[in-house]
């Protein structure tokens, strides 16, 4: 089974600084995807960043990076420049490759831009 | 061009009875999944399906059952409601494997 953990369950940050919200996961797979999904009042879950397991290099997406530590299952975000607008529910997800048919979800960071 | 539409965005129902959620994935997408999120937690995957039928399945009792339409629209139907079976409940979509959209949900409350 896998389990994804995420320990803040709130964060604060000012505007313009940058914040890390941490994540771990276990799993016995290979091979398997790692997300960042943002959820914001309107309730919608929105894709901020993707990680294939099998790629060394982490990903970034304009303002937002991953540092993935394969061997210690961690991943955690990185968000540069905070913005007001990124104020929101952050859930960290794993998704293995060889099904592909299921996101098993951490219990999400409540993330505050203060102006 | 729409995303996921799920309907309707709020209800409010009583123990015992039943409801039905529908969710129509976005255009191109042919698969779609249903997760339940309850309140301080992250969503959890109730089942999947494609071409009409239950491809994968989370560990949520019979209670909770599904159907995909030709259109790939679908439903999710819940009996004998519990005051535990309050949450929002997400649609995703996809076209087959990844590309996940996910909708704005339905939030089922059970009093």
């Known amino acids: 089974a896998q389990t994804v953990t995420q320990s803040q369950p709130e964060m604060s940050v000012q505007e313009a600084e940058t914040v890390t919200l941490s994540c771990t996961y276990d799993?016995?797979?290979?091979?398997?995807?790692l997300f960042w999904y943002k959820q914001p009042p309107s309730r919608q879950m929105i894709l901020v960043i993707r990680q294939e397991a099998y790629k060394q290099q982490n990903a970034t997406e304009n303002r937002f990076s991953v540092n993935f530590q394969k061997a210690a299952k961690s991943f955690s975000l990185k968000i540069s420049d905070s913005q007001l607008g990124d104020t929101a529910m952050y859930f960290c997800?794993?998704?293995?490759?060889?099904?592909?048919?299921?996101?098993?979800f951490g219990t999400g960071t409540s993330l505050t831009v203060i102006p | 061009d729409a995303g996921v539409t799920q309907s309707p965005t709020h209800l409010i129902k009583t123990r015992g009875q039943q409801v039905t959620l529908r969710c129509s994935p976005k255009?191109?997408?042919?698969?779609v999944s249903w997760y339940q999120q309850a309140l301080g937690q992250g969503p959890q995957f109730i089942f999947q399906y494609y071409e009409e039928e239950e491809r994968q399945r989370g560990n949520f009792p019979d209670r909770f059952s599904g159907h995909q339409f030709p259109n790939y629209s679908s439903e999710l139907n819940v009996n004998a409601l519990l005051l535990g079976d309050s949450a929002l409940y997400l649609c995703a979509s996809s076209p087959g494997f990844g590309g996940y959209t996910f909708g704005s949900g339905t939030r089922l409350t059970v009093v």
């Open positions: 997800a794993f998704m293995a490759s060889n099904t592909g048919n299921q996101f098993y």
């Open positions: 255009s191109g997408h042919d698969t």
């Open positions: 799993t016995s797979e290979s091979n398997y995807y």
